[in-house]
């Protein structure tokens, strides 16, 4: 099997897994307890925070453990809406094509009386900062938008959109759940304030992640109870797994400069083999893009069909977000980048791991290619391109 799905979710490392398990063995005391046993467990939190906060350039005081990427961005928006809402100022900057984690939290938002601007993200699937700039209102809380996109990989002009913010004194929130680990971060230097990771998308376990939160920022409480997380986020804490997360994240980060050359290699080359497809396109900017990500829409083909003949060929990859599979719409990344709801149908993401080999590219290419030209040989949606009865958009 080739697995060719890293975005949707890593195999944990060898060393994640090993201090998972030896966690449940050595730190299963509550680390909320007096005792040594528990003192031991709140030692692994206390250290992995420190390991956590080391890798992204913030201090420990400022990293509070979540279930996930969900939870993170969760919160953090609704600590900057709420700040937002005692000061009176209610209106929100994001992008069209965030995780829904993030649209759906700012839906709900809108029903309480929130405004929300969304912008545009190009055909390129990149943010204009002079856009974000212009979005800020006098009544602007928080601008919340992603590091890098979970289905076309596209790297954000982070740093820029920081510096914006930080000048016009709005609270700026980044999902960097598909960059951490992969791509340098830095929360100081890009001016960040707010910060969302998850350790299943770095070699880490599920169900983890942390919450980055500028010294100083108030945090909304989504949980309410104990007073684990120094009061900001209840329940009694994952050990193992937030031991894991820490481990999985210093290897990420110590291979990060090796393993990125090494996975753009094979990408570009992925998607060069993909490009004699007739009629075909690539999804997102060709450079400033996640090390392993490709992505890629096919003209007259269901992506859906197309995944399951992948599948059987011993290939797993995703037409885009797993979070949307299952459902009949197409991608709101696809269509937020421009692609008509047909051309939107027929899109395949392929997010490859740091083990990835030559080989295994060469034979995704062969395999996409026959099992391309398989769907078209009986699709009408092709037939009607070919005889000329409806125009090529590719
Ligand atoms: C996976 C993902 C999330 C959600 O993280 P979970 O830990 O699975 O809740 C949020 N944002 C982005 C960009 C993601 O890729």
Request: with cysteine; charged share 25%; hydrophobic share 40%.
């Amino acid at each position: 099997m080739i697995y060719a799905d890293n975005a949707a979710t890593t195999k944990m490392s060898d060393g994640a897994a090993k201090v998972f398990v030896s966690l449940l063995d050595e730190a299963w005391g509550n680390p909320s307890s007096l005792y040594a046993h528990g003192q031991k467990a709140k030692e692994v939190l206390e250290q992995a925070r420190q390991d956590v906060a080391g890798v992204i350039g913030a201090s420990p005081r400022e990293i509070t453990f979540t279930s996930g990427g969900s939870e993170a961005d969760n919160q953090a928006i609704r600590t900057g809406a709420a700040l937002g809402r005692k000061k009176g100022k209610m209106h929100i900057v994001s992008t069209a094509f965030e995780h829904h984690a993030v649209l759906h939290t700012l839906e709900a938002l809108k029903k309480e009386g929130f405004s929300v601007t969304l912008l545009d993200v190009h055909e390129n699937g990149i943010v204009d900062p002079a856009e974000v700039e212009a979005a800020i209102r006098e009544d602007t809380c928080l601008v919340t938008i992603m590091y890098a996109n979970n289905e076309i990989g596209t790297i954000q002009p982070i740093r820029e959109i920081g510096a914006i913010c930080r000048k016009k004194e709005v609270l700026f929130h980044v999902d960097a759940v598909q960059a951490v680990g992969h791509i340098p971060v830095n929360v100081t230097d890009d001016c960040i304030d707010m910060l969302s990771a998850s350790a299943h998308k770095f070699h880490g376990p599920k169900g983890v992640g942390f919450l980055y939160a500028k010294k100083g920022i108030r945090l909304t409480n989504l949980i309410e109870g104990g007073a684990q997380e120094r009061g900001r986020r209840a329940g009694t804490e994952n050990v193992p797994g937030i031991g894991a997360m820490a481990q999985a994240l210093k290897e990420a980060d110590a291979g990060m400069a090796e393993n990125a050359a090494r996975v753009v290699r094979m990408r570009d080359r992925l998607i060069a083999g993909l490009q004699e497809i007739p009629h075909c396109a690539l999804n997102g900017d060709q450079e400033r893009r996640l090390p392993g990500n490709v992505n890629f829409c096919f003209e007259g083909i269901e992506g859906e069909s197309l995944l399951l003949l992948l599948d059987d060929k011993g290939i797993c990859a995703s037409s885009g977000s797993a979070c949307t599979s299952g459902s009949l719409d197409p991608s709101h990344v696809l269509l937020a980048i421009g692609r008509i709801h047909d051309v939107a149908h027929g899109s395949l993401r392929l997010s490859l791991g740091e083990d990835i080999t030559e080989e295994e590219v060469d034979y995704i290419i062969r395999t996409v290619k026959e099992v391309v030209a398989y769907l078209r040989s009986f699709s009408p949606v092709w037939r009607d391109l070919m005889a000329g009865k409806k125009e090529f958009i590719l």
